[in-house]
């Protein structure tokens, strides 16, 4: 492919990475294999969806908007119980922003 990546498509590996390295980290810190599978399973589907935003925009944007709105809930209750920063304070942050990126990706290509 001669064309670089879209600003998305570098978001979302980027988000791919925060989630993954978010729930190998849970594992480690407290041997959670829910954390794991679920950072591994977010990291994965986030990648599939990085691979998808240039053919099929909105398929894979709403695939992303439907993680990372589920990544917002579910880490931005722990962050309320535990007031952590990081892992749980962090990905609420940028699942937020992502979920604004993925909204606006979709409104885009509707409406182009």
Do not use: C, D, E
């Amino acid at each position: 492919m001669g064309q670089g990546l879209s600003m998305s498509q570098k978001l979302t590996l980027a988000y791919a990475a925060l989630v993954g390295a978010g729930g190998a980290m849970g594992y480690m810190k407290s041997g959670s294999q829910k954390s794991l599978a679920a950072g591994g399973i977010s990291a994965l589907v986030l990648y599939f969806v990085h691979t998808q935003l240039p053919v099929r925009p909105v398929f894979a944007s709403s695939i992303g908007l439907g993680i990372s709105a589920a990544l917002l809930s579910v880490m931005g209750s722990r962050f309320k119980k535990s007031g952590k920063v990081f892992p749980a304070g962090v990905v609420s942050l940028v699942s937020l922003v992502m979920v604004g990126g993925y909204f606006h990706g979709i409104l885009r290509s509707t409406h182009a």
